[in-house]
């Protein structure tokens, strides 16, 4: 890397100077300093001497820090010339003034801000070389998680103290109090199921049920419901395309039976069908929505992906459809096994964006063939989700005597009955409600008694 390149990468020699003195003023901010960065994050080589100097000093419980304690400590090390002799120290405590916490962060985020910009900027030109020697697939691997730890230094840390967390909860409890009592999370459209689990709060949500359930469709409701407020939505659809997915979403909204969607027949309707059905269209191409439907994606593109959709677009909820269809980047011994890391990236992706992930998931012919009940077990290859997962909900067709329905005078034979079930609730408990699967339009509804 020549001189005149290095002289023209992004530093801010007054930041770093005012971190410093910051730091000799006020050692109790060393520790806060050394869990957000490195020495390497200070382009003076000086500088990263006497960052690296304090950050020892304090973990080896010097008490009385200053700038006699740390020329002393320079000098034993032999770096005391490093940093320019008996100038450097001083001139950074005399040119700093006192500064609140306030602007003590702002430097040390300016600081930060052009590490990543120069480390980037390495990155590039390391990678450049590297792609011309190696696989394809394993470089862009190896750079989206160089540069995901690159952005993620300066991130605060999870650590909390119990005064901290106490402090959270009253915020948010005032805040539910000053609302009150509304929904503590997302609606889904459905006020029983959204009593059921308090709405979408940002947890691991599996939906699951046997295949022709209904399952797309009833997270495609919630999604298309939190669209219609104004409620950013990206949904990773491994087996449904964007255009079916929009083409149900017609269905039901517009009222429009399915089967003339798919085959264009408005002749029935006439033109004011066909109107309702672009009116309908007008509508949704405004929904805030995104889609990746590409089938087989793997955890580390669905990862950039969802990466993508916070940055750009701040979605707030995430639906993938369906777990089972995820594939793992590494080889597993076994499905269990692959099943597991799929339930643990995806646990993951609600920890690192605290957004509500609805996880849809195929259950195994348990229910089926012994004609009962789902239950936690019945996830197809479980794996860790029943350990990993917040909620765990099924849909369950009703089992219902066909002669007695049509003996009924509001017999529809384009409805069944299904039960939505919460068999697993860590903030909310378990319960169900039954719903009406109205097929000619896709479409779910409240069952009513």
Request: glycine share 6%.
């Amino acid at each position: 890397m020549g001189d005149n390149v290095l002289e023209n990468l992004p530093s801010n020699v007054n930041a770093e100077v005012a971190v410093l003195g910051c730091l000799v003023k006020d050692p109790s901010l060393i520790p806060v300093a050394a869990a957000e960065v490195k020495p390497q994050a200070f382009y003076s080589p000086a500088y990263r001497l006497i960052f690296q100097t304090l950050v020892e000093l304090d973990r080896a419980g010097e008490s009385d820090i200053d700038p006699m304690v740390l020329a002393a400590h320079l000098r034993s090390d032999g770096h005391y010339e490093k940093v320019n002799g008996n100038k450097s120290i001083p001139e950074i405590i005399l040119s700093v003034p006192k500064s609140s916490e306030a602007a003590f962060r702002t430097d040390l985020d300016t600081v930060i801000r052009n590490w990543q910009s120069r480390s980037i900027w390495d990155l590039c030109n390391r990678s450049k070389a590297e792609s011309l020697k190696s696989d394809p697939v394993e470089v862009a691997k190896s750079i989206d998680t160089s540069l995901t730890q690159i952005l993620d230094v300066g991130k605060p840390s999870q650590s909390k103290s119990w005064r901290e967390a106490t402090l959270e909860l009253v915020k948010t409890i005032e805040k539910r109090h000053e609302a009150g009592g509304q929904l503590p999370g997302l609606s889904t459209g459905m006020s029983d199921i959204d009593s059921l689990l308090n709405g979408l709060q940002p947890e691991y949500i599996i939906l699951a049920a046997r295949p022709s359930t209904g399952k797309t469709s009833l997270a495609a409701q919630w999604a298309e419901h939190l669209a219609t407020n104004k409620i950013p939505v990206g949904i990773i659809s491994l087996e449904t395309t964007a255009e079916r997915l929009v083409q149900r979403a017609i269905s039901h909204t517009a009222k429009i039976p399915a089967d003339v969607l798919e085959y264009g027949k408005f002749n029935a309707g006439g033109e004011a069908s066909f109107n309702k059905f672009m009116v309908a269209a007008g509508k949704m191409a405004e929904w805030p929505i995104w889609v990746n439907d590409m089938p087989g994606l793997k955890l580390s593109e669905i990862d950039v992906q969802v990466r993508q959709w916070v940055q750009e677009h701040d979605i707030k909820c995430l639906f993938v459809d369906y777990l089972q269809l995820a594939e793992s980047d590494f080889p597993c011994e076994n499905e269990t096994r692959e099943t597991t890391l799929k339930s643990i990236f995806f646990k993951n992706i609600v920890s690192r964006y605290g957004i509500p992930l609805i996880c849809l998931a195929q259950l195994n012919r348990g229910p089926e063939t012994q004609k009962r009940r789902p239950r936690p077990s019945d996830l197809r290859s479980s794996g860790s989700i029943e350990q990993d997962a917040d909620v765990i909900a099924f849909l369950h067709k009703v089992e219902n005597d066909e002669d007695d329905d049509e003996d009924d005078d509001e017999y529809d034979p384009d409805s069944k009955e299904v039960d939505f079930i919460v068999a697993k609730g860590r903030n909310c408990g378990v319960g169900e409600t039954r719903l009406v699967f109205k097929q000619n339009i896709t479409a779910f509804q409240q069952k009513t008694f």
